[in-house]
Nanobody
Framework: QVQLVESGGGLVQAGGSLRLSCAAS????????MGWFRQAPGKEREFVTA????????YYTDSVKGRFTIFRDNAKNTVYLQMNSLKPEDTAVYYC???????????????????WGQGTQVTVSS
């Protein structure tokens, strides 16, 4: 069965950095757009970033542009999220997701993704 397992979350001070990892198994990893979403307490799950199958294309929500970087290693079936200059408002559970998609690689809605990880908590203290 398909499994996405996130790791790397934790507690960090504002201005600090974290790198999240998402290891995939049970699917042809290089055939999937990979995305990261987050959900803060009391809020809806929101799109953060996505990366195309080859890794050549990326897209970020405005609030993380210039601070977060998504990249993938298809040989290791892993996608990463490097988060720098973290802010308290980045506090959330972060989820990775895999979407097969169609004609477009860019998937930014939750319902466009086929598989989800269990999430990893990121807490940024002020």
């Amino acid at each position: 069965q398909v499994q996405l397992v996130e790791s790397g979350g934790g507690l960090v001070q504002a201005g600090g950095s974290l790198r999240l990892s998402c290891a995939a198994s049970g699917l042809t990893f290089s055939s999937y757009t990979m995305g990261w979403f987050r959900q803060a307490p009391g809020k809806e799950r929101e799109f953060v970033t996505a990366i195309s199958r080859s890794g050549a294309n990326t897209y970020y929500t405005d609030s993380v542009k210039g601070r977060f970087t998504i990249f993938r290693d298809n040989a290791k079936n892993t996608v990463y999220l490097q988060m720098n200059s973290l802010k308290p408002e980045d506090t959330a559970v972060y989820y990775c997701a895999a979407g097969y998609g169609g004609s477009s690689w860019l998937l930014s809605r939750s319902d466009e993704y086929d598989y989800w990880g269990q999430g990893t908590q990121v807490t940024v203290s002020s």
